[in-house]
């Protein structure tokens, strides 16, 4: 070790934590427990060992932090760690993690393998990015896993499982209709063996099950810098930016899910999100866990106009816009999930809660609505098993939840059986319908498109294998499906009124003639509220929605059969017009959109058992005069 009078240091500032190049020099600022003793290790680059040990003086403490200051430090020429009590401490605001190339690698011996880089600040030409800035009632969300989303796509010519080789899939995704994706923690944490502890403020075991991994990464992380193993390059830092701003010139936006546990502290929270937002141009963030300082962020200014999406909060603390359509903030929770699954397998008693959750739009937020995500069953193992599957897990098959609200059509996992097949291929179909035909911000689970399964497994947080990893065979053995979705999007984008800013009050409010919705059933006007009944009838008034090109949108008429058997609807009266049926998830022989159908319905349809069929509103032609006699 090199001594302390080798290396000239001053007080430093403890307001900025993290290792940062402050005017003078470069800032080293730590927080550490109470009668605890803290050091800074510098390391030359590419060497094994500490350089130079460097303790911090009780001068240079204050509170709970440590802050000093090296003049004229050149940062390019190291890495660093820091010491308390006598035990390395990865710095939790480091820029950049290093030792951690490897996804999954097991932890080394060497206490000073895993070091912190500085944030190099090197020029990157954004080519004047900007941001798509896309409200949340055009929004199509798409979510992924960074490592397991391109692991097997055979279509990767780069590194797969990394930022690199998801800019490959940016034409897939603006094929699908996709303008928004959100990213599972994609900052660095340690996956296997060790974590950073926020109680102990020490490196400890959170998983203690030899050789299994934390696939997802929904632990205590450092929040400032990109996941070295997620990297086809050297260079995190450029990498990401190249992502983001590819993405923005595909007119994609780009949301990061980031999970604080209940001790992290709520300045490091504002500071990293406002790092991602400013330093890497990241449209938005999904915030989980007790840590999130909700109200905090809410109404910090650089964050504005940021999309923030939480789980739960008090409507009273948001910050009203002048416009519904530049609202920043989001419920994102599984209230839509477990309702809609209950309705689509037909259990008694879900018709106005489902009517509720389809026409949700509160003024002030707007709502997520997924049917599957990452925590619980994908959409196809959501029709082909009732129970968890998750003996992989090493757990006893007891972790994950037991409440899927799930159906497997007859049979518990696969089946040849064509009936069967069929059945589950139907239902997965009105999944998807009932997201992109709800006011909220519909949310695809990546893979889902494609028929992806996982084998039963609800809670594959450990499964860094062929169950976590999107099966990309799927999109030839699944063609059909995702042709079905390709069209479900781009039908909902051609009807805005569809995803209005607003929510629709059911009244007409503006003399159009009919309310902007109405809920119908087996009689016109009349919603079947009886706990046996399993359907729905929503019409949304075109009338209260415009075009692109100014012109009122046409009406849709959504039914909903989720019973056994053929129900008939009673259609709403529209005058001069007539419906005509354009989507059908049981017309299997006319490939569901049913674009060149010319048959005409004003009074009566027949839906078949667990259907979904969408109508609209066409102008009733009109019939030569008849001749009159000579």
């Known amino acids: 070790m090199v001594e302390r009078r080798k290396i000239r240091t001053e007080k430093g500032l403890a307001l900025v934590p993290g290792a940062n190049k402050l005017s003078g020099g470069c800032n080293f600022a730590v927080e550490v427990p109470e009668g605890s003793q803290a050091s800074l290790v510098l390391y030359k680059k590419r060497s094994r060992k500490p350089f130079v040990e460097i303790p911090f003086t009780q001068e240079e403490r204050i509170g709970n932090m440590y802050a000093l200051s090296i003049p004229d430090f050149q940062p390019e020429a190291y890495e660093y760690n820091f010491m308390v009590d006598g035990k390395v401490y990865i710095d939790p605001c480091a820029y950049r993690i290093l030792g951690r190339e490897k996804f999954g690698a097991a932890v080394d011996a060497d206490i000073h393998k895993v070091r912190c880089g500085f944030l190099r600040n090197e020029a990157f030409d954004w080519e004047g990015d900007k941001e798509p800035s896309i409200p949340y009632h055009e929004m199509i969300l ?26 490959e899939m940016i034409p897939y995704w603006k094929e699908l209709g996709i303008n928004t994706i959100e990213l599972m923690p994609a900052y660095e944490f340690m996956e296997s063996g060790t974590c950073r502890d926020a109680e102990k403020e ?3 075991s959170e998983k203690r099950t030899e050789g299994r991994v934390n696939f997802w990464g929904y632990i205590p992380g450092y929040y400032f810098a990109p996941k070295r193993s997620y990297c086809a390059t050297d260079d995190p ?9 590819k993405l923005h010139q595909a007119g994609i936006a780009c949301i990061m899910e980031m999970y604080f546990p209940k001790e992290c502290n709520m300045l490091v929270v504002l500071r990293a999100l406002q790092f991602w937002k400013l330093y890497y141009h990241v449209d938005g963030f999904h915030l989980l866990g007790e840590g999130v300082p909700t109200e905090i962020l809410m109404h910090d200014a650089i964050l504005s106009n940021t999309r923030l999406m939480f789980h739960d ?77 998750n003996e992989a897990n090493q757990e006893n098959n007891q972790d994950g939840s037991s409440y899927n609200y799930s159906w497997n059509c007859g049979v518990e996992g696969p089946s040849r059986k064509l009936q069967v097949r069929q059945m589950r291929e139907r239902q997965i179909r009105n999944a998807f319908l009932m997201m992109l035909l709800s006011q909220g911000v519909p949310l695809i689970y990546g893979g889902d498109e494609i028929g992806n399964s996982q084998n039963g497994n609800n809670n594959a947080y450990c499964q860094d294998n062929q169950v976590g990893w999107i099966d990309w065979k799927g999109m030839k053995k699944n063609r059909e499906l995702l042709e079905f979705v390709k069209s479900a999007i781009a039908f909902r ?29 087996e009689r016109a006007w009349y919603m079947n509220s009886e706990n046996t009944s399993r359907l729905l009838g929503i019409m949304y008034y075109g009338a209260y929605a415009k075009k692109a090109d100014g012109s009122d949108d046409a009406s849709v008429y959504v039914a909903y059969n989720f019973h056994w058997e053929t129900r008939e609807f009673a259609l709403p009266n529209l005058r001069h017009k007539r419906w005509k049926k354009v989507i059908d998830t049981s017309a299997e022989k006319e490939n569901y959109f049913l674009k060149e159908s010319e048959e005409k319905y004003s009074k009566k349809l027949e839906i078949a058992p667990r259907t979904i069929v ?3 509103a066409v102008e009733e032609e009109k019939k030569d005069a008849p001749v009159a006699a000579l």
Request: charged share 30%; glycine share 6%; net charge positive.
């Open 313 to 389: 909060f008090n409507a009273d603390q948001i910050i009203k816009k002048k416009k519904s359509d530049n609202k920043c903030i989001a419920q994102y929770e599984p209230g839509f999930q477990q309702d809609m699954r209950r309705f689509l397998k037909s259990d008694e008693d879900m018709v106005g809660v489902a009517a509720y959750r389809f026409r949700r739009n509160p003024r002030d937020y707007a709502v997520i609505n997924y049917m599957a995500c990452q925590d619980g069953f994908t959409l196809n193992d959501m029709v082909t098993y009732n129970y968890r599957h």
């Open 493 to 521: 984008k051609e009807h805005p009124i569809l995803h209005v800013p607003d929510e629709l009050r059911g009244v007409d409010y503006k003399t159009k003639g009919l309310p902007d919705v109405s809920l119908h059933g």
């Open 237 to 245: 830092e450029k990498e990401f930016k190249t992502l983001i701003k």
């Open 202 to 204: 020490e490196m400890v």
């Open 142 to 167: 798409y979510k992924l896993h960074v490592r397991g989303y391109t692991k097997t796509n055979r279509t990767v010519t780069g590194t797969k499982g990394t930022f690199q080789a998801l800019e």
């Open 614 to 616: 969408v109508l609209l």
